[in-house]
């Protein structure tokens, strides 16, 4: 192996250990990886001893996250020899709690209006979220995949802080979505 | 009729519907990735039950997790419980929750809210 390459898998490394990554993930998303993410999650924090509300709550909001990953994914943004659209995922532990973040490609207009959603709940009193959360529930309209918009309002309820996210445009109509969603120990 | 059985697994959870009992349960955790092909049986379960109801059905739930794909329906799953109350039925919904688990707590009451039905919260100390 050359100098560089070790420099780039250490730097790569470093880069994670720095910023306490947890987990960190990149490829497609599956059902099989879901479920094996969640059981690694859950085991590590029985280990770190987290109070059952803490656990639960990092839980609701993997969920939400990761399920949304696997609904949502787009990808027109498409390099040679990738065929599956990729994702990320991260968690990752600091002193004042915990971290789960996402990256994904989106076509422009969905990113639009999921940044419209976002604007809206980050907007909002954490009782506004809840009312919110429950008229959305209450309107009884579904979505194909069976959420009908809950996700992010539930990830926010859930999390209590404002929700951290952004947008890179590519120049062929997609956008690259990443969402930063903190738990407070 | 029949009762419903279905076995829990890491992502469903267990349900038992009994229509001799009038009792039934729904317990675990329900977080799969599609919640409508799971929660089917149970709607259409409580469609047949609905033409031959007890006087006072009980239906327990006691969920650990549940995702967003799963609460819309549970919503389906009250509804067709308040029409079996309209029908002139008793029916309770028996909500269980672990006792520091508030958010769960703050689900079963969001469901009271919205369903015409009658909701006792039951707190338990551990699943």
């Known amino acids: 192996m050359t100098l ?6 250490f730097d790569l490394y470093d880069s994670m250990e720095r910023k306490n990554i947890m987990l960190s993930f990149k490829g497609d998303m599956s059902t099989d990886l879901l479920t094996s993410i969640l059981q690694i999650i859950e085991n590590k924090l029985d280990r770190f001893g ?4 803490v656990k ?7 969920v939400e996250c990761l399920q949304n990953l696997y609904h949502h994914i787009e990808q027109p943004y498409k390099k040679v020899g990738s065929d599956a659209p990729s994702v990320i995922v991260m968690v990752a532990k600091n002193m004042s709690g915990y971290a789960i973040i996402t990256g994904n490609f989106m076509l422009k207009n969905n990113a639009d ?3 419209n959603r976002l604007e809206e709940i980050n907007g909002m009193t954490q009782d506004e979220v809840k009312d919110l959360y429950k008229s959305v529930l209450a309107d009884g309209k579904m979505s194909e995949k069976g959420g009908g918009g809950l996700g992010m309002i539930d990830i926010a309820r859930k999390s209590g802080e404002k929700l951290e996210y952004g947008f890179i445009p590519f120049g062929d109509g997609s956008s690259f979505f990443s969402l930063n969603v903190k738990v407070n120990q | 009729m029949e009762n419903l059985k279905i076995e829990g697994t890491t992502k469903t959870p267990t349900v038992s519907f009994d229509s001799e009992t009038a009792i039934m ?3 675990g955790r329900s977080i799969p990735e599609n919640s409508i092909d799971f ?7 409580l ?4 033409t031959i109801p007890g006087e006072k059905t009980v239906l327990n739930m006691q969920l650990e997790y549940f995702n967003t794909s799963s609460s819309k329906c549970i919503l389906d799953v009250f509804k067709k419980l308040e029409n079996i109350k309209k029908s002139g039925k008793d029916v309770q919904v028996h909500w269980h929750y672990e006792e520091d688990d ?3 707590l703050e689900a079963g009451e969001d469901y009271d809210a919205i369903i015409d039905i009658d909701f006792e919260m039951v707190r338990v100390v551990e699943f």
């Open chain 1, 50 to 53: 987290e109070s059952p509300k």
């Open chain 2, 39 to 45: 929660y089917k049986p149970i709607v259409d379960w």
């Open chain 1, 113 to 115: 209006v999921l940044k």
């Open chain 2, 47 to 50: 469609d047949a039950y609905a």
């Open chain 1, 56 to 62: 639960k709550r990092i839980f609701n909001i993997l």
């Open chain 1, 4 to 9: 560089t390459k070790i420099q780039e898998i």
């Open chain 2, 102 to 104: 508030e958010d769960m």
């Open chain 2, 25 to 27: 349960t729904i317990k």
